[in-house]
């Protein structure tokens, strides 16, 4: 029987509002609720364990930007909450660890800087995650607006052994794109590495969400517009997760 795994409903604040772009653009970008610490005790009353939360300002600017929202969430949840966007220095890390945040995402800093992520894991052990963003099957940084040289697996394994809490696997092609999870290269990933991976990017419906349980190798999946779009029911998609299909 595969494993359980984990749901993560996204929330991504651009000036202060819950949004979600389209392949990472910020032109491109839906607003679903200008109250995004009502979304968030939404998602905690449907019964998920964790949020996913990204600064998209902060993410290419290269400084929290959205302090205030995320401040509103955690005082209106008690759920574990993981956070990228804008993280490029151990103070920033501190300073969000003090606010109650569970976890840290570090992408752009895993490849412009992998000792300081490594420093990172020592200093905030089972803090911190690094956000593998892929497009073209390349790395991508700064908000996802660059393409590195690096392909996934080669960044991934520079952080084996050194206490990442996870490897967040986004395939931006596919990121609010509706077109389908991609469990396949997620799962690729974590066949190549240690570390816990969590895909993300693409989620359409709860098909999707059965093919990342079905994977029996990914430790959870991350969804945004298919919940604000209603195609997929969170209750549902959690009972699949946890091997309760409903369906």
């Known amino acids: 029987m595969a494993k359980t795994i984990t749901v993560y409903p996204a929330i991504d604040l651009k000036d202060g509002q819950c949004v979600r772009l389209v392949k990472g653009l910020m032109d491109q970008a839906t607003v679903f609720s200008d109250d995004p610490a009502g979304q968030a005790r939404a998602f905690q009353g449907a019964g998920c364990r964790w949020l996913h939360i990204v600064d998209l300002n902060g993410a290419f600017e290269g400084t929290p930007v959205n302090a205030d929202a995320v401040r509103a969430i955690r005082a209106a949840t008690d759920v574990p909450i993981q956070l990228g966007g804008g993280i490029r220095t151990l103070e920033t890390m501190q300073q969000w660890l003090e606010l109650g945040i569970t976890r840290l995402i570090l992408g752009t800093l895993a490849v412009r800087d992998p000792d300081l992520v490594k420093t990172a894991c020592r200093e905030f052990p089972g803090k911190i995650a690094v956000g593998v963003d892929a497009k073209g ?111």
């Open 137 to 247: 099957g390349k790395v991508a940084v700064e908000g996802w607006a660059e393409a590195s040289e690096l392909d996934i697996i080669t960044l991934s394994k520079q952080f084996e052994d050194c206490g990442v809490a996870a490897l967040i696997h986004t395939d931006i092609d596919r990121d609010g794109m509706l077109s389908g999870v991609n469990a396949e290269a997620s799962a690729a990933l974590a066949n190549a590495v240690s570390i816990p991976v969590i895909a993300s990017g693409g989620v359409a419906d709860i098909d999707d969400i059965r093919r990342v349980h079905a994977a029996d190798v990914l430790d959870g999946v991350i969804t945004g517009r298919a919940l604000y779009d209603g195609r997929l029911d969170l209750t549902a998609a959690l009972a699949v997760a946890e091997g309760r299909d409903l369906c």
